[in-house]
C-alpha cells in the first residue's frame, strides 16, 4: 500500500470564475484518497478507469486510492464512442453529469449493462433523469458533492443497482447534495459551511452554495 509523500497542485473547476491554482500537502492527499478507498470499497481485485485529469483533485483522489490498493488504474480520455467498450474491463469509474448526458444519446447506451459498475458521478448537480439511467441499468452510483479546497467527496448518496425507487424518492425534494457526510457541516444563513481535516483550510469554510436540509438530507438550490 502507497501513500503520497509529497504534497501537489490541483487546479480549481473554475465554477465561480478563473480556475484557482490549489496546493494539497500530502497528509490531506491521504485523508482524500483513504475517504474514497472506503466509500467506493476499493481493493487489489478493482479497477478503475479514470479520464479526469491529475489536476482535478477528483481524478488525482481516485488515481491515488487505487495505487493505495494496488489495483489497475487506467488513464485516458473521455470518448463517448469508446468509453463503454472500456468500461467493460473496470470495475471503477468517475464522470460527471454532463458526461452521462452525452453517453444516454449513444446508440450503445440503451442496451449497455452496469451491472457489477460502481460509478461516481461527481462534480456538477446530479439530474436525477441520469441517475435513473445507471441505477435501472445495474449500476451502484455515488452521487458526490465536493471542493477542490475542501476535498473531493465531502457529501455523498450511494444508491444500489436496481434501485430505482429511492433514487426517485432522494431527489424529490429537489437537487441532491447527499445524507452521508465525510465533514462538519452547518447552514448559515442559508449557506453550506464545512470544516474537515481534508481541507486547506483550518476553520469553517463558506462553500458559496445555498442549500436546504430536508428528510436527513442536504439539497443544493443556488450559488450566492
Given at each position: 500500500m502507497n501513500k503520497v509523500r509529497d504534497g501537489r497542485v490541483t487546479f480549481s473547476t473554475g465554477s465561480t470564475g478563473t480556475p484557482k491554482k490549489i496546493w494539497h500537502s500530502a497528509d490531506k492527499l491521504n485523508l482524500s484518497?483513504?475517504?474514497?478507498r472506503r466509500s467506493h470499497n476499493l481493493t487489489i481485485t478493482s479497477s478503475i478507469l479514470n479520464f479526469l485529469p491529475l489536476t482535478h483533485i477528483g481524478g488525482l483522489a481516485l488515481t491515488l486510492a487505487g495505487d493505495y490498493v494496488g489495483c489497475e488504474v487506467t488513464q485516458t480520455k473521455f470518448?463517448?464512442?469508446s468509453f463503454l467498450d472500456q468500461l467493460r474491463e473496470h470495475s471503477h469509474t468517475m464522470v460527471t453529469d454532463t458526461?452521462?448526458?452525452v453517453l444516454?444519446?449513444?446508440k450503445r447506451f440503451?442496451?449497455?449493462s452496469f451491472e457489477n459498475k460502481f460509478i461516481h458521478n461527481g462534480t456538477e448537480p446530479h439530474n436525477v433523469d441520469n441517475v435513473i439511467a445507471l441505477v435501472e441499468r445495474g449500476a451502484t452510483v455515488?452521487?458526490?458533492w465536493g471542493m477542490t479546497e475542501c476535498g473531493p467527496l465531502c457529501i455523498n448518496t450511494t444508491f444500489e443497482p436496481y434501485d430505482v425507487d429511492r433514487v426517485k424518492e432522494m431527489f424529490a425534494p429537489g437537487a441532491l447534495l447527499g445524507d452521508n457526510f465525510e465533514v462538519e457541516w452547518k447552514i448559515n444563513d442559508g449557506e453550506l459551511v464545512?470544516?474537515?481535516d481534508m481541507s486547506i483550510y483550518k476553520d469553517w469554510y463558506?462553500?458559496?452554495d445555498i442549500v436546504k436540509y430536508e428528510n436527513e438530507s442536504l439539497y443544493y438550490i443556488r450559488r450566492t
Open positions: 484518497s483513504e475517504v474514497y470518448n463517448p464512442y458526461t452521462i448526458t444516454r444519446k449513444t440503451q442496451d449497455y455515488l452521487c458526490n464545512i470544516r474537515s463558506y462553500t458559496g
